[in-house]
């Protein structure tokens, strides 16, 4: 793989959760992938709807492209995946990386799911293993095993750019915490010195961004930029990592959409069964996280 990328990649940025969805398309075959879809959720009425996805399905028939991945970069705990939603409407198949099951047997008690909730991946069509080859059409890509964040995590490498998820964000922002259920500091940096070992102009696409100083919203950077600018690791070694990043994270509050998030993408987006009245219900598991 080199960076004169076949790829076409088009960016959904969502205002609400602050994600940025991916398609990245092979012009040549008009195969593509999804990479981390936002199903629209409010809090406050429970009530969910597909506005982001639907700007998704749009652009891909608008294109003429045919769905092949709905890809996953790890059990998100800020917005919930419309992965199910996407295959029922357009096809492809849901991946993540082989070790969510660690995430589900972590959060699966918490949340003290139904007998039926199996720990072993299988909600999902297929799990990447590290160092994995896929294709898209003709395009092709590697899965890095990039835990830290979670368990689970996994970039994707495709034609010389990294869809990295919540390793990283923009340099003025900086890396993800590790205070998850499973998250492990040490582990974050050395994920993300594989990222950073690639040549300096790969391109890395955001899976978030929040606009530090009101700044406009930006979610594309590169492996050079992140080592020289990046606020969490520019000139810092592995221990002051560490210890910074630990610091950081006990200052912070959980995300608003955790626990709603967690239980329906540790299950591929499917929603937990419903009770006998024919209504499905989100726990709130009390003094637990």
Not at 16 to 43: E, F, K
Not at 152 to 168: L, P, Q, R, S, V
Not at 178 to 203: H, K, M, N, V
Request: proline fraction near 6%; charged fraction near 20%.
């Amino acid at each position: 793989m080199t960076n004169n990328s076949t790829a076409n990649v088009q960016a959904f940025f969502d205002p609400t959760t602050y994600t940025v969805t991916y398609v990245v398309a092979d012009i040549s075959t008009g195969q593509c992938a999804i990479i981390d879809s936002v199903l629209d959720y409010d809090p406050d009425s429970g009530r969910t709807s597909t506005k982001s996805a639907d700007q998704v399905i749009s652009y891909i028939k608008e294109n003429n492209f045919t769905c092949q991945w709905v890809l996953e970069t790890h059990v998100h705990a800020d917005h919930l995946t419309a992965a199910p939603y996407l295959k029922e409407k357009i096809g492809g198949t849901i991946a993540i990386g082989n070790q969510v099951p660690v995430v589900q047997s972590t959060f699966g008690p918490v949340f003290n799911a139904e007998k039926e909730f199996t720990k072993d991946g299988k909600q999902f069509d297929h799990l990447f293993a590290d160092q994995e080859k896929f294709k898209i059409g003709t395009i092709e890509g590697e899965v890095f095993h990039t835990p830290g964040h979670t368990p689970a995590c996994i970039t994707y490498y495709i034609e010389g750019a990294c869809y990295i998820g919540d390793t990283m964000f923009m340099p003025d922002f900086g890396t993800a915490r590790c205070d998850f259920p499973g998250g492990d500091a040490a582990e974050l940096y050395d994920s993300i010195q594989r990222i950073l070992s690639l040549p300096d102009d790969t391109i890395l696409y955001m899976c978030h961004d929040y606009a530090p100083g009101g700044r406009d919203y930006k979610w594309v950077t590169s492996v050079r930029e992140q080592k020289e600018h990046n606020i969490h690791l520019a000139g810092k070694n592995r221990d002051q990592y560490i210890e910074a990043r630990t610091a950081r994270d006990a200052e912070l509050s959980m995300p608003k959409l955790i626990l709603p998030s967690v239980q329906v993408n540790m299950r591929a987006g499917n929603f937990p069964p419903a009770d006998d009245n024919g209504v499905t219900y989100l726990k709130t598991p009390l003094n637990a996280l």
